[in-house]
């Protein structure tokens, strides 16, 4: 018969049974639906609704995860949580991760932009192993343009995350003519550097690949003339933010 906290329902997108993007090794990586932001580039539109995703109970992910599972933790591999934002649906996460871990013995990875309170955060980050965040952008106003929001609550986010010594793999999606500028990538290099929690700094050049969902949504795609980043735009953003002292992957 299962708990109650096993019957607790979230909202899923999809999930991958076999996602090599999303943290280390090879990850069952389970979508989730809602999100506060609206970012220009997002290439999963079709999680921003919570509505919009398939009702499903702990119990019932965690036996698919089930069958994955030896072979997940064999490849050095795990459980991400993905979106959409997870954190809209944190008492559900941190009740899957707390689930895997004590069944399965796996791996967790929070994949976040950090749009939630302390109080959301802390139902999921005792049962995290890596928090994936995604900072946007650093000048706040580029950040609102990306994404609609605030940059306060992802920086309280960053913050929470250095006090509590997690280990984090910064994201950033280098967008040209729009988050390419050279001292907004200064000044999140500087941010982070004291950040001892940090293992890694990952540069995501943008692409296009969700556009046609923007399309079937009926949403207008701003980004629609924005080319991907050229290597020597890598290259530059690589060096700018090795300045703060981290591992930088392109
Ligand atoms: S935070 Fe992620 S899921 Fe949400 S709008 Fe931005 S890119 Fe899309």
Request: aromatic share 8%; charged share 25%; net charge neutral.
């Amino acid at each position: 018969m299962p708990s109650a906290t096993a019957s607790r329902i979230g909202y899923i997108h999809s999930v991958d049974s076999c996602g090599t993007v999303d943290g280390p090794g090879i990850r069952f990586v389970v979508f989730t639906t809602g999100c506060p932001l609206r970012c220009l580039y997002c290439h999963n539109p079709d999680t921003g609704k919570l509505v919009d995703g398939k009702q499903r109970t702990v119990e019932d992910l965690l036996d698919e995860i089930g069958t994955y599972h030896q072979f997940l933790n064999k490849a050095k591999g795990g459980l991400t949580v993905s979106g959409g934002e997870p954190l809209v649906q944190a008492k559900f996460v941190g009740e899957l991760f707390q689930g895997v871990k004590e069944r399965y013995n796996m791996h967790t990875t929070l994949d976040t932009s950090g749009h939630a309170g302390p109080k959301k955060a802390n139902k999921v980050l005792p049962y995290t192993d890596l928090v994936m965040l995604d900072i946007k952008s650093w000048d706040r106003e580029t950040y609102k343009k990306v994404t609609t929001k605030k940059i306060d609550k992802c920086l309280a986010f960053a913050e929470l995350l250095q006090e509590q010594n997690k280990p984090t793999w910064i994201r950033y999606v280098l967008v040209p003519g729009l988050t390419d500028d050279e001292q907004n990538m200064e000044g999140l290099s500087e941010y982070l550097k004291p950040m001892s929690n940090i293992e890694r700094i990952e540069i995501l050049p943008f692409h296009k690949m969700g556009e046609y969902k923007w399309a079937e949504l009926g949403y207008e795609y701003q980004l629609k003339s924005v080319e991907p980043p050229t290597k020597a735009g890598m290259d530059v953003a690589k060096k700018i933010f090795e300045k703060s002292g981290h591992l930088v992957v392109v």
